[in-house]
């Protein structure tokens, strides 16, 4: 008789669902403006070509590399998301370039799956805590509200906002996957919202493609993951060492990642440890990890 599928099955089986090769389409569009005179922009609409690697999967983790890929076979790293079953603690956004790990609500972790997500430099960007659900054979996760920085689409055009509080769904469709987010654009002054602008929403939706060739990313990917695979611990050290993480750059981040696409292009000629010397000394140079003082939960 074969095992009965758990739960957390179901849930390992969805997340894993998101790897593959994709035509992804990017739409947000402003819907609720929330205070006076505030005029919503026009929507914001872009895609491309994405395949998503499955770069750690172990049975309370996965990890899941995003890379994108042009027409003429050019290569960006992009975006990475981690799963991980009933975390205990999650890093957050608590102020401009700055982050911190907090505990989780203990009373929201039995059956969660904590996504955190990341820049292209393998910088924090935000996490959220939800369950899945499998009801009537749709597979759906829903986080909990949290807050996250600017966006890149955004950060360079608008001064007037400084934080986005979201609320993320991902579902797993017969074509692929989809990514839609309940924003709220806000002004905040430290812990303290001072004033919310606009709700936006967001749908990103990765379409299963066959008729692409996605040969140039998973060339890249083997010839530059065991570095990334350092830089990743470099973050998770300054993340996880019980202070507070400040990214001491424009809010771009442009340096940090000019930085590593730079030296991913010539590890391979270097030593593990030469490596690490190399990535630690960008983010020595671009980030600051400060003694730790409690602050209240901001959610």
């Not at 949290?146 to 609320?167: F, V």
């Not at 709220?184 to 008729?211: D, H």
Request: proline share 4%.
């Amino acid at each position: 008789m074969a095992a009965e599928t758990t739960a957390a099955d179901r849930d390992r089986a969805a997340i894993l669902a998101m790897r593959g090769d994709y035509r992804v389409d990017f739409h947000f569009q402003e819907t609720v403006p929330l205070q006076a005179g505030y005029e919503v922009h026009d929507d914001k609409n872009s895609g491309g070509f994405e395949t998503v690697l499955v770069v750690e999967d172990s049975p309370g983790k996965i990890v899941l590399q995003h890379i994108l890929v042009s027409p003429g076979g050019h290569v960006v790293k992009h975006w990475r998301q981690d799963w991980t079953f009933e975390a205990s603690e999650r890093f957050e956004f608590v102020a401009e370039q700055t982050w911190e790990t907090r505990p989780i609500d203990p009373q929201k972790v039995p059956g969660s799956w904590t996504q955190c997500v990341f820049e292209v430099s393998d910088a924090p960007r935000y996490c959220g805590t939800g369950r899945w659900n499998h009801k009537y054979g749709v597979s759906t996760w829903t986080s909990d509200r949290s807050w996250r920085p600017l966006p890149r689409r955004e950060y360079t055009k608008r001064s007037d906002y400084n934080a986005i509080n979201a609320e993320n769904r991902h579902t797993v469709t017969p074509n692929g996957w989809t990514h839609e987010q309940d924003n709220t654009k806000t002004v905040r002054n430290g812990q303290q919202t001072a004033a919310t602008l606009v709700r936006e929403f967001g749908f990103n939706n990765y379409r299963s493609i066959e008729s692409f060739d996605f040969t140039p990313a998973t060339d890249y990917w083997q010839r530059t993951s065991a570095y990334w695979a350092r830089v990743r611990e470099a973050w998770s050290d300054r993340l996880h060492s019980g202070s507070r993480l400040l990214i001491d750059t424009d809010v771009d981040g442009m340096p940090i990642i000019e930085a590593t696409f730079e030296q991913a292009e010539t590890a391979s000629n270097s030593s593990d440890a030469q490596q690490r010397e190399m990535i630690d000394a960008v983010l020595a140079r671009w980030t600051r990890v400060d003694q730790l003082t409690p602050v209240s939960s901001t959610n």
